[in-house]
């Protein structure tokens, strides 16, 4: 029952708010906000009751999504303005560098790895039919699919 909104100036966020969303009738009312490494423009994104809040400068935050006490903060790197996916238990997001950085989700921060995408990217990932798809400026590049047997 939260939204998450957020709030800065130029390439950074200032902060970052959960509001609980209310009903008939009761109002809106902000549950908590952060200030520490908060995303302007990455969307956070909620696993397994965990809320993962990739900063543009490339600091990633762990956190309860219910009460918002931090879990754990990291320097993943890069600069970021698509936001994080989740797959199979790992975050990707993919830096303006097009930079693929693959965080481990769960209450331990674990870098899985990081992998070029060869060219600047600032698009977040799409997923569709088990296939992630990964957008360049000049390609489109896809990851998975379907397996086949013989």
């Known amino acids: 029952d939260l939204i998450f909104g957020s709030h800065g100036r130029g390439v950074s966020g200032d902060v970052i708010y959960a509001v609980r969303a209310g009903g008939k009738s009761e109002k809106p009312k902000v549950a908590y906000e952060i200030k520490k490494a908060a995303p302007l423009t ?11 809040l990739w900063s543009d400068g490339g ?18 790197g890069g600069t970021y303005y698509g936001s994080p996916v989740c797959v199979n238990q790992a975050l990707y997001c993919v830096d ?32 569709a039919g088990g296939v992630m798809y990964f957008r360049t400026e000049t390609r489109l590049l896809s990851l998975g699919g379907p397996k086949t047997t013989r």
Do not use: M, N
């Open 96 to 127: 303006r560098r097009g930079t693929v950085a693959v965080v481990a989700a769960g209450k331990k921060y674990e870098l899985r790895g990081k992998v070029p995408l060869g060219e600047p990217s600032f698009a977040t990932p799409a997923i």
């Open 42 to 52: 990455p969307t956070p994104i909620v696993k397994d009751g965990l809320a993962y």
């Open 59 to 76: 600091i990633v935050t762990c956190i309860v999504a219910a009460s918002g006490e931090a879990v754990w903060r990291e320097r993943v």
